[in-house]
């Protein structure tokens, strides 16, 4: 039987890809984005496109007499770092204001089942994978909006009984990334045909998966058992440094690639090493990953984006 989705911020990066999977299992599938990212091509023409800010309070109220999800999957935020880190009080209002705000809406007709995409920047500072268990310990302003929005998630939870999911996610790449992260800027520089790139810090291990991977995660998830526990981490499990993404490109496009380091691109505060351990969402769903790094980043340096 078809189901009643709704999903926030659902034209953008991962939004985009995880509504193509919804519609693709028969979902009805409601989006909500401001398109501030998002793109409506990106969207099915099955899904039906609301396009409202997270924050406007009365068209949200309006929008979910309409609509009544059964789900909702909330991805709406800013998430870019530096962008974040320029920004802190806007940062907040779009994140914990907007994560209220829709909140409040919803308890009109509490739905069965809210996803809530929270971040491995909630995390401490510390190397090797991290699990679920790791007590939250920001260290910038992203990661402490995303605290404030689990908190505000688990409480409606317990408030209205609907079942809460929060999902941790590490770092995502693939198609339609709106926002300039490493892996885009580097593939935006290679794609030209240059054989030298300019980039920031070279020695930072992250967690990379691709969107694809995600969003099927993310929809094993919405399935899950009902007593499944509540936090999860959504990550590949591997460490890589940007060095090794430069080489991974190398290795796909047969050719040397020179590195200069800017400063200006340089972050202020980052991270040595962030790595999910991911262990609860495979025992729960049996998620892994499928396509590797360097899968992803052939399909990124070798085929126009869509």
Not at 3 to 12: D, F, I, K, N, Y
Not at 166 to 195: K, Y
Not at 221 to 242: C, E, I, W
Request: charged share 25%; aromatic share 4%; glycine share 6%.
């Amino acid at each position: 039987m078809s189901r009643s989705v709704l999903v926030t911020g659902g034209a953008g990066f991962v939004g985009s890809h995880l509504v193509q999977h919804l519609v693709s299992a028969g979902e009805h599938v409601a989006v909500l984005d401001n398109l501030s990212r998002g793109r409506r091509a990106w969207l099915p023409r099955e899904a039906e496109l609301l396009e409202l800010d997270i924050r406007d309070h009365a068209a949200l109220h309006r929008s979910m007499r309409q609509i009544a999800p059964e789900i909702v999957v909330h991805l709406a935020a800013m998430h870019f770092i530096p962008a974040v880190a320029d920004a802190p009080k806007l940062a907040f209002d779009v994140n914990v204001t907007g994560t209220r705000t829709l909140l409040d809406a919803l308890a009109q007709r509490p739905p069965k089942v809210l996803l809530f995409a929270s971040t491995a920047a909630v995390y401490p500072d510390r190397a090797g994978p991290i699990d679920e268990s790791c007590p939250p310990a920001p260290i910038d302003v992203y990661g402490r909006t995303k605290v404030e929005g689990e908190r505000l998630v688990k409480d409606f939870a317990e408030q209205t009984g609907t079942r809460h999911i929060t999902v941790r996610l590490f770092n995502i790449i693939g198609r339609r990334e709106t926002n300039p992260h490493v892996v885009p800027e580097l593939v935006a520089q290679l794609s030209t045909g240059r054989t030298s790139v300019r980039l920031g810090n070279l020695e930072p291990r992250r967690d990379y998966t691709d969107v694809r991977d995600v969003a099927t995660g993310l929809q094993q998830l919405l399935s899950s058992s009902p007593n499944a526990k509540a936090t999860f981490n959504l990550g590949s499990g591997r460490s890589v440094s940007v060095a090794d993404l430069v080489k991974a490109c190398e290795q796909v496009l047969g050719r040397p690639i020179e590195v200069t380091v800017e400063k200006r691109r340089l972050r202020g505060q980052d991270r040595a090493e962030l790595v999910a351990d991911a262990h609860l969402l495979r025992e729960t769903t049996g998620w892994r990953p499928v396509r590797s790094l360097r899968d992803t980043l052939a399909t990124l340096l070798r085929e126009p984006e869509r």
